[in-house]
């Protein structure tokens, strides 16, 4: 790993609650690392799980899925659809073998511009330990996309 | 056997039902399907242990509901799958009638109500080998598990036999027949079949019957009825509610309980 490979990370995050969390980190002037691509979406109830699975399969070596915490939603109930989902999805990752270290679920609230930055860091740095997502990219090299 | 062909021709001669849904002679000892709309043909029905195919998955053809009320030849797994289907609002109670053969004797369920006590008495459990490949899935390391779904995957031809012969796979427009966006690639490529049949998994996550019926009907013999019994079995796990026992309750995806645990999420 000393050929400083830079992990791509994913951010899907919903645009009231975690979007103006990582807005509050930049007010705020806190570094954190810029290998994340923030995709905003209405609520977490909007993500889709195939929005992972594309992300991966179109280069991403790490996910990270954020948005309001329990309560909070700003459409009352989205997050908590999205919760029962991801128990799912989470479980049936593991099961068909999507390495579950490079997926991260968080809540994070407007006010949470530095837990932002934080969980950024460690999602990062963990997938930048594990090195590139090759069980998926060999796929798409031989193929379509 | 005999019981079941007079019931069938009764029912069609008093005009009861327009088509019975039952299972005739295949090749060698299968069964295979067969549409039975008049009396003179309920000779062509067999009932045997080779029955094993969930015919539920014709209910919710425009062709076959074009014939008029249905009557079903029920295994078990299609009592639940009825359920499961009216609990989803896709079928309707006075269109479907379920004849079905418990401790030797016929039984005609002719209301949701009376399929849900009957399947109340029924133990629901998979098969012991179906367990075992999962226990056997479960215990392994996750690279060993992707190399296992990869090799299995790889032979994916994308016939979507699994997918047609579901009885919950019924929406007429399929996410994998989206173009736009283009979720999973038309083509059969490692990819796209690891995606398709996570779609699938999770799509039958909760609904899912737990029949089998779309690995038997898997043309190169991948188990593909793991993964969604695997999902199915997550969501009893989690919620504690099961696909297909009961014709009223929401399935357990499409609601939440604000105190749902998780244990993942920071």
């Known amino acids: 790993m000393a050929d400083a490979f830079e992990p791509k990370m994913t951010a899907f995050v919903c645009n009231w609650c975690t979007y103006a969390g990582a807005d509050l980190t930049g007010t705020s002037r806190i570094k954190y690392q810029s290998n994340v691509r923030v995709i905003r979406l209405p609520c977490t109830g909007r993500i889709d799980f195939m929005m992972v699975m594309k992300a991966f399969s179109r280069g991403s070596d790490g996910v990270i899925i954020s948005g309001c915490h329990p309560n909070d939603c700003h459409y009352t109930s989205g997050n908590y659809h999205a919760r029962r989902r991801w128990m799912v999805f989470r479980d049936l990752m593991d099961f068909m073998g999507i390495d579950l270290r490079r997926v991260t679920f968080s809540w994070v609230s407007a006010a949470e511009g530095a837990k932002w930055a934080e969980l950024v860091n460690e999602a990062t740095n963990t997938v930048r330990a594990l090195g590139p997502y090759k069980e998926i990219q060999q796929l798409t090299a031989v193929g379509i996309d | 056997m005999e019981d079941l062909n007079n019931k069938a021709k009764q029912l069609l ?31 062509d029905l067999v009932f045997d242990a080779a029955c094993t195919q969930n015919l539920a998955t014709y209910l919710t053809k425009a062709e076959v509901r074009a014939m008029g009320k249905m009557a079903i030849v029920a295994i078990p797994s299609t009592l639940r799958s009825i359920l499961q289907l009216a609990a989803e609002k896709q079928l309707r109670e006075e269109n479907v009638l379920a004849l079905t053969v418990l401790d030797g004797s016929l039984r005609e369920l002719a209301t949701f ?7 109340a008495t029924i133990p629901d459990a998979i098969s012991n080998a179906d367990q075992q490949m999962i226990d056997k899935l479960t215990a392994m390391s996750v690279s060993e598990r992707r190399a296992f779904w990869a090799a299995e995957l790889n032979r994916c031809v994308k016939c979507y036999a699994c997918r047609s012969s579901c009885p919950m796979c019924y929406c007429e427009r399929c996410t994998m027949d989206s173009n736009r966006p283009q979720w999973i690639p038309v083509a059969s490529h490692a990819v796209g079949n690891l995606e398709y049949h996570m779609v699938r998994a999770m799509h039958l996550a909760g609904r899912c019957v737990q029949c089998g019926t779309c690995g038997a009907a898997c043309p190169v013999g991948i188990p593909v009825h793991l993964l969604t019994i695997f999902a199915e079995g997550t969501v009893r796990q989690h919620f504690g509610q099961k696909g297909g026992a009961s014709a009223k309750l929401d399935y357990a995806m499409t609601t939440f309980k604000p105190d749902d645990k998780e244990t993942f999420i920071r």
């Open chain 2, 113 to 119: 109500a009376a399929i849900e006590e009957t399947v």
């Open chain 2, 13 to 43: 001669e008093s005009g009861a039902v327009k088509v019975v849904i039952g299972y005739g002679k295949g090749t060698g000892d299968t069964r295979r399907p067969i549409f039975v709309r008049a009396a003179e043909h309920t000779g």
